[in-house]
């Protein structure tokens, strides 16, 4: 009795919704292909959603140099009035049209957003169907700031990856964060548990992603006027969750074990990789990067050693000897530094004074030493200065005086301010004990000199 009716009702639900798509009218498709920074200004369109513009970019060959580039498309729209299709060619988003304005049709998230990111090397097509008046442009960027500090931030992350994984502070930082960040999933874990079992449980597995995904949704679109109406609530949230993951982590503490921190460092690598991979859409150019720094990484210490070595010996660099002003400048600076040292190491309690006094034929000649007098007398001085004009005698007068400027030697001062020398000509000093860094025997045995 009921079969002939409910096949009658078949027959008429399928008779009305064939009359349905048979007086839907045809819709009016427009095709326009933008070039980069180009705006073009829509009116209003009474036949609404009937009418379909489509805005195409063409995309372009891609290269090294167009590694960071990016094209962007803007809709600027006064209300929410409109519905969004994307495809890779003008049929492809009309026969999405299509489908959505079909009786079967259902979308639970609607695409409608204001700025969308095209691939700058592909072809791709976007129709809009709305009844208000709007604006679209396509907004081009050759290298893209924010793009390449993505990039930069990958490489970093996944050339630190090691010293990360056994850092404290990093420990921590991460822990707060996923604390954060996975509460909610705590949260949804516990609910889970009030459901039965069988029958209802199936139904929250089915649907939980999609709903899981729909509030993550909103939740990104909404965030700055959820940051602006419920800041309070927010700030709590982060201050409560921060806390409770930092005490959980302070309470299992830092991964010893090295498997553990192998664990996190290849973590690490794959997140750095990850966010340098989605930094371009250039995909090939980006993955030879990649794989680059992952060569460079761990490619073999050993092997960097041995063509060094390899390339010195094959190409010695050039020794470049002193000139004679370079040399006793040399052995100027030297002779100051070891006499600095040398007082430094008689005034220490590593030195014993009265040990090296007891042999010494002029014990107060090393006491001033020690306290700042100079190490040579005005009559050595006047020694070495009469030898070595006798010497010079025969040589031009102008490398006289260039010999005896560069041979000069720093007379240090007295504790009143004056030169210890009567004499306050220029003189050349004496030659130098050492010019090598004293050692507490030969600082013993120079003071023993003294």
Wanted: charged share 15%; hydrophobic share 40%.
């Amino acid at each position: 009795m009921f079969q002939p009716r409910l096949r009658c009702g078949f027959i008429s639900l399928f008779t009305l919704m064939a009359i349905c798509a048979a007086a839907t009218p045809h819709p009016m498709t427009d095709v326009v292909f933008l070039a980069p920074r180009t705006s073009i200004d829509i009116t209003a369109n009474w036949n609404g959603p009937n009418t379909l513009r489509t805005y195409c970019y063409p995309g372009k060959p891609p290269s090294l140099l167009s590694l960071f580039e990016t094209v962007e498309f803007l809709l600027d729209i006064g209300n929410d009035d409109y519905t969004e299709y994307r495809g890779r060619t003008p049929k492809e988003v009309l026969d999405h049209y299509n489908e959505q304005r079909s009786l079967f049709s259902f979308t639970l998230f609607s695409q409608k957003r204001q700025r969308i990111h095209l691939s700058p090397f592909k072809p791709e097509c976007i129709g809009v169907s709305s009844r208000q008046p709007y604006n679209v442009r396509l907004r081009h960027a050759q290298f893209d700031v924010l793009r390449f500090l993505q990039f930069g931030l990958g490489v970093l992350v996944f050339c630190s990856s090691r010293t990360l994984a056994k850092n404290s502070i990093f420990y921590y930082l991460a822990g707060i964060v996923l604390g954060i960040c996975g509460s909610l999933l705590l949260i949804i874990s516990l609910t889970s548990k009030l459901f039965p079992r069988r029958p209802m449980m199936y139904g929250v597995l089915i649907g939980g992603w999609t709903i899981g995904v729909y509030i993550l949704k909103q939740l990104a679109d909404n965030m700055c006027l959820i940051l602006l109406t419920y800041r309070d609530y927010v700030v709590w949230y982060l201050i409560i969750t921060s806390l409770i993951s930092f005490l959980v982590c302070y309470r299992i503490g830092p991964p010893k074990n090295s498997r553990s921190q192998n664990i996190i460092m290849w973590l690490l690598q794959a997140v750095g990789g990850g966010l340098a991979y989605f930094s371009s859409w250039n995909s090939s150019g980006v993955i030879f990067l990649i794989v680059s720094a992952f060569a460079a990484y761990y490619f073999p210490q050993s092997l960097v050693v041995y063509g060094k070595s390899l390339y010195r010996r094959r190409f010695p660099p050039k020794r470049r000897l002193l000139t004679q002003e370079e040399y006793y400048q040399q052995t100027v600076n030297e002779t100051q530094k070891s006499l600095a040292e040398l007082r430094e190491f008689v005034n220490s309690p590593n030195c014993n004074q009265w040990n090296i006094m007891s042999n010494l034929r002029n014990p107060i000649r090393f006491a001033s030493f020690a306290n700042g007098e100079p190490h040579l007398f005005d009559e050595e001085i006047e020694d070495y200065s009469r030898t070595i004009e006798e010497s010079m005698e025969a040589a031009v007068q102008n490398e006289a005086e260039d010999y005896l400027q560069c041979s000069m030697h720093y007379r240090p001062l007295s504790n009143n301010g004056f030169n210890v020398s009567q004499d306050h000509r220029r003189r050349p000093p004496m030659p130098p004990p050492f010019t090598g860094l004293p050692t507490r025997h030969a600082t013993c045995e120079h003071s023993a000199g003294l």
